[in-house]
């Protein structure tokens, strides 16, 4: 985990209430694909978890949506303000387990941390197809940008304005031989259901301290509760215990 000041290269809207923020660091960033920052925003008491789009050397790209205090404060930050920052947080994806043909399956903002696993999976000479699901045509984004990593996209929604109608797990008949996935949990738990290999799953928990501090973002597993913040995001398919 790393501690400081970062400046703000850019923070533009993606969609009506999706943003994409690029922020830059002094040192080397030492981060993976599937963890997150955990940013403290002036007058909130909680510092606001977002998973890592993207990272280079020195920069890092999030995605985030405007659903409450938090985000809309973030979505309000200039160009050139600095943000404290903790990063690298949360266990990232571990891509070894992939042979050949990789499927990853996201929904929503659960899409963000999935594009520099991609970016990852090809640079490793891997076959990627990707599943993006969002409820409208005017949600949708990203669509381009993971085509032009060269895997093989489909998008979803569900009122059937754009792409295949219906949910990502309607669009997930390809060979594979494992899988990734993030979104919100009625989707994790689809494609836990329907998926018929192992895989990772990325968990969106609300989170008090976002270093596992406190309990307050258990996931129950086979070997007892885990945090999201500290032991995930990421879980493997084979431990996971739903709740009921």
Do not use: H
């Not at 501690?3 to 209430?17: D, E, R």
């Not at 659903?67 to 990063?87: H, M, N, P, Q, R």
């Not at 309990?215 to 070997?223: F, R, Y």
Request: charged share 25%; proline share 3%.
């Amino acid at each position: 985990m790393q501690k400081g000041l970062y400046k703000v290269l850019s923070n533009i809207p993606l969609t009506s209430n999706v943003f994409k923020m690029v922020i830059e660091s002094e040192e080397p960033v030492n981060v993976s694909c599937g963890q997150f920052i955990n940013i403290k925003l002036e007058g909130l008491y909680l510092r606001r978890p977002i998973s890592i789009c993207d990272f280079s050397s020195n920069t890092i790209t999030i995605i985030y949506k405007v659903v409450g205090t938090g985000t809309e404060a973030l979505s309000k930050v200039k160009e050139g303000e600095d943000l404290d920052c903790l990063i690298g947080l949360g266990t990232g994806y571990v891509t070894t387990y992939t042979e050949n043909n990789a499927l990853v399956l996201g929904g929503g903002v659960g899409i963000p941390p999935l594009y520099g696993l991609c970016k990852k999976l090809v640079e490793e000479g891997k076959k990627v197809r990707v599943v993006l699901g969002f409820n409208t045509k005017e949600e949708i984004f990203f669509e381009e940008e993971f085509k032009k990593l060269g895997v093989e996209t489909v998008v979803t929604t569900v009122d059937g304005s754009y792409g295949v109608k219906g949910f990502v797990t309607d669009a997930m008949e390809f060979d594979y031989d494992y899988f990734y996935t993030c979104g919100p949990l009625p989707m994790l738990k689809s494609v836990y259901n329907k998926t018929t290999t192992s895989g990772q799953f990325s968990f969106e928990e609300r989170m008090g301290c976002g270093f596992g501090a406190c309990m307050g973002c258990s996931q129950k597993t086979t070997t007892g509760y885990k945090r999201v913040c500290k032991e995930g995001p990421v879980f493997y398919k084979e431990e996971i215990v739903w709740e009921k």
